[in-house]
């Protein structure tokens, strides 16, 4: 919700999204975007609004999770990196786990620890681990 691009990857409008669902200013219908793919829908990170750690803590989160649990196979979140706001932390503890993706030659070791650790002590479980930015030659 601080930096968001899937939209613009997707080819979709920012607006009408997560924000304005946690602010009580659109339904789960509103939200809801066809993504372009074959089973794909999409929701995008709504307008800027003010205090985007406070909507994400307000519990609307998690209602809206368990709501797309009962209607999709899978729920997937692109959030921010886990160390750089409590943003990604409050979302990883509505979900059901966590795929970290890590960038090869990026991603110091110890920040790596610290994430697991972060994940861990907030029960969290760690599903895996996604290399990218990978040199193939090295």
Known sequence: MRR????AILGQLRRDGLSNYLA???TLQDIVKE?????LHVIT????LPGPTELLSSGRLAELFDELKGRYDRVIVD???VNAAADAQI???S????????AYASTKRAELQKTAKT?????TPLLGIVLNKADRDR
Request: zero cysteines.
């Open 4 to 7: 968001p691009t899937l939209h």
């Open 24 to 26: 009580n200013q659109q």
């Open 35 to 39: 993504s372009g793919y074959s089973n």
């Open 45 to 48: 990170a709504g307008d800027q």
């Open 79 to 81: 959030a921010s990196p």
């Open 91 to 93: 979302v990883a503890a």
């Open 95 to 102: 979900t059901d786990g966590v795929v970290l993706v890590v």
């Open 119 to 123: 994940l861990s002590q907030n029960g």
